[in-house]
Structures are given as C-alpha cells and as structure tokens.
C-alpha cells in the first residue's frame, strides 16, 4: 500500500508515513496506487516547451505540406501547433 500524498510504500499498521511525515486517516487506508508528484521543474519544463512548440510546429508543417510524402504528418503537426497556440492566445487574453 502507498501513502495517498507522496506515494511511498506504507505499512499495514502505519500511523504517520515515513517519507512525508503526514498522518495517516485510519490504520490501514491508504490507496492502493502510488501518487506521481509533479515537480516544479517539470512544470516549467512543459510551460517552456508548449511556448515554443506552436511557432516551431506551424514552421514545419507548412513547410511539410509542399512535400507529398510529409504531407499527413505535416496536417497533424499544423492541427496540434494551432491548438496549442489558441490555447494560449486564450490564457493571456484571460478567456
């Protein structure tokens, strides 16, 4: 069993974890799956890399579509790109 806020294993009859030092409700109720934290770091590593994937990805893609062997992945490259970048036009007009 894991601790449901660090998501290190837990004994049965556990009282507080031992890697957070959090109390556990009730001997025993801890779930069943490990709890995957994000960090800071990785964090900012997916807000960097969706900043310049759009600029980048509507580059290729348009370029990719002169091509006709590229032309399919150039399509998704340009739809995944355009998303991104509306979804971040509408984070900073605040929509």
Same mark, same amino acid.
């Given at each position: 069993m894991y601790c449901r806020y660090c998501g290190k294993e !837990? +004994?049965? +009859? /556990?009282i507080v974890c031992s890697g957070c030092g959090r109390p556990v409700d @009730?001997? %025993? *109720? =801890?779930? %069943?799956?490990? =709890?995957? $934290?994000? /960090? !800071?770091g990785l964090l900012l590593a997916f807000m960097i890399a969706s900043l310049f994937f759009p600029p980048f990805g509507l580059f290729v %893609? &348009? +370029? $990719?579509?002169? /091509? @006709?062997?590229?032309? !399919?992945?150039? *399509? !998704?490259?340009?739809t995944v790109s355009t998303l991104l970048a509306l979804f971040w036009i509408? &984070? &900073?007009? %605040?929509?």
């Amino acid at each position: 069993m894991y601790c449901r806020y660090c998501g290190k294993e !837990v +004994k049965e +009859k /556990s009282i507080v974890c031992s890697g957070c030092g959090r109390p556990v409700d @009730e001997p %025993g *109720s =801890v779930t %069943g799956t490990p =709890v995957i $934290g994000w /960090s !800071v770091g990785l964090l900012l590593a997916f807000m960097i890399a969706s900043l310049f994937f759009p600029p980048f990805g509507l580059f290729v %893609g &348009i +370029k $990719g579509l002169f /091509s @006709e062997a590229t032309k !399919v992945k150039a *399509s !998704v490259l340009l739809t995944v790109s355009t998303l991104l970048a509306l979804f971040w036009i509408a &984070i &900073i007009l %605040g929509l």
